[in-house]
């Protein structure tokens, strides 16, 4: 995917001045907001996918529910947009804050986690989800690829394939995209659409993940043969071949075992709500602090 040159000004405002990501259909640069004159990052849509109807839309749809979100947990949206490209292409974009960290992919590099580190990124994460499930979103993509570890504390990223809830699970999708211009956050928050390939999600699907996601933290490896990991979770299949989690680590209570199994179980009726995995998961990590010597 060809990448837009340094120095390129979006609306006469943010200067990229390097690519620090890439998706299937866009390109997040770090930049500078010349009006501000401070640094934040900037995803733009490919430019030989300008004409691509469903790649606009999911640009325009992780905006629009990031911007929902609203959690300190979430990268912060300044504003998002279509932008005139110097050769006159027009293509949406977001500006988004500068994460300053690195992915918890590259910190399960070096192995697993003591649990109640595990448990503080979890319960983030949960607690993330728990106010996107409340708000009609499903994330659908949380891996550990989408957790940063910022210098300010644990961020979900990527809500690229996040989808509005089904019909009847409490929230009404719009049937498309509103006209998406160049808007601060906060306005045209209406309910956002369904992904057109994830529109299939619950919110027990996100929990699901979540229970991989923290097995793998305590254990440094995936429920599943490497081989199929991925596919299985990519492909939504997950719960049909969910394995029953083996948690053999001295020093892990029990109900942490507990909750990871809960979450992984095969039947999404039988799996807790992330509200709770999130109450949960906060209160395992405060049983888990020393007590304070008293003044007295």
């Given at each position: 995917?060809?990448?837009?040159?340094?120095?390129?000004?979006?609306?006469r405002?943010?200067?990229?001045?390097?690519?620090?990501?890439?998706?299937?259909?866009?390109t997040?640069?770090?930049?500078?907001?010349?009006?501000?004159?401070?640094?934040?990052?900037?995803?733009?849509?490919?430019?030989?996918?300008?004409?691509?109807?469903?790649?606009?839309?999911?640009?325009?749809?992780?905006?629009?529910?990031?911007?929902?979100?609203?959690?300190?947990?979430?990268?912060?949206?300044?504003?998002?947009?279509?932008?005139?490209?110097p050769?006159?292409?027009?293509?949406?974009?977001?500006?988004?804050?500068?994460?300053?960290?690195?992915?918890?992919?590259?910190?399960?590099?070096?192995?697993?986690?003591?649990?109640?580190?595990?448990?503080?990124?979890?319960?983030?994460a949960?607690?993330?989800?728990?106010?996107?499930?409340?708000?009609?979103?499903v994330?659908?993509?949380?891996?550990?690829?989408?957790v940063?570890?910022?210098?300010?504390?644990?961020?979900?990223?990527?809500?690229?394939?996040?989808?509005?809830?089904?019909?009847?699970?409490?929230?009404?999708?719009?049937?498309?995209?509103?006209?998406?211009?160049?808007?601060a956050?906060?306005?045209?928050?209406?309910?956002?659409?369904?992904?057109p390939?994830?529109?299939?999600?619950?919110?027990?699907?996100?929990?699901?993940?979540?229970?991989?996601?923290?097995?793998?933290?305590?254990?440094?490896?995936?429920?599943?043969?490497?081989?199929?990991?991925?596919?299985?979770?990519?492909?939504?299949?997950?719960?049909?071949?969910?394995?029953?989690?083996?948690?053999?680590?001295?020093?892990?209570?029990?109900?942490?075992?507990?909750?990871?199994?809960?979450?992984?179980?095969?039947?999404?009726?039988d799996?807790?709500?992330?509200?709770?995995?999130?109450?949960?998961?906060?209160?395992?990590?405060?049983?888990?602090?020393?007590?304070?010597?008293?003044?007295?």
């Open positions: 995917m060809a990448r837009l040159p340094m120095g390129t000004a979006i609306l405002r943010y200067v990229l001045i390097g690519a620090i990501g890439q998706g299937g259909v866009s997040v640069y770090r930049a500078v907001d010349s009006v501000r004159g401070r640094k934040l990052a900037v995803k733009i849509l490919a430019p030989t996918l300008a004409g691509d109807p469903g790649a606009r839309d999911d640009v325009r749809r992780e905006a629009l529910i990031t911007d929902r979100l609203r959690h300190p947990s979430v990268p912060r949206v300044f504003e998002y947009g279509d932008a005139p490209l050769d006159g292409t027009v293509v949406p974009y977001v500006a988004l804050e500068l994460l300053d960290g690195v992915p918890l992919t590259e910190r399960l590099a070096g192995g697993r986690l003591e649990w109640p580190e595990a448990v503080r990124i979890a319960a983030t949960a607690d993330v989800l728990a106010v996107a499930h409340r708000r009609g979103v994330h659908r993509d949380l891996s550990a690829r989408n940063m570890l910022a210098t300010d504390g644990v961020k979900i990223i990527d809500f690229g394939l996040a989808t509005a809830t089904r019909p009847g699970d409490g929230i009404t999708e719009s049937p498309a995209l509103p006209y998406f211009r160049t808007v956050p906060g306005r045209d928050r209406g309910a956002p659409p369904s992904h390939k994830t529109a299939f999600a619950r919110p027990a699907d996100d929990v699901y993940t979540l229970g991989v996601l923290l097995y793998e933290m305590l254990t440094g490896r995936s429920p599943y043969p490497p081989a199929v990991a991925a596919t299985i979770v990519a492909a939504g299949r997950a719960a049909h071949l969910a394995p029953t989690p083996v948690l053999a680590i001295p020093g892990l209570p029990p109900r942490l075992r507990d909750l990871v199994r809960a979450c992984m179980a095969k039947r999404p009726e799996r807790p709500a992330s509200v709770d995995v999130a109450l949960d998961l906060w209160r395992l990590l405060d049983e888990a602090r020393p007590l304070e010597p008293s003044v007295n």
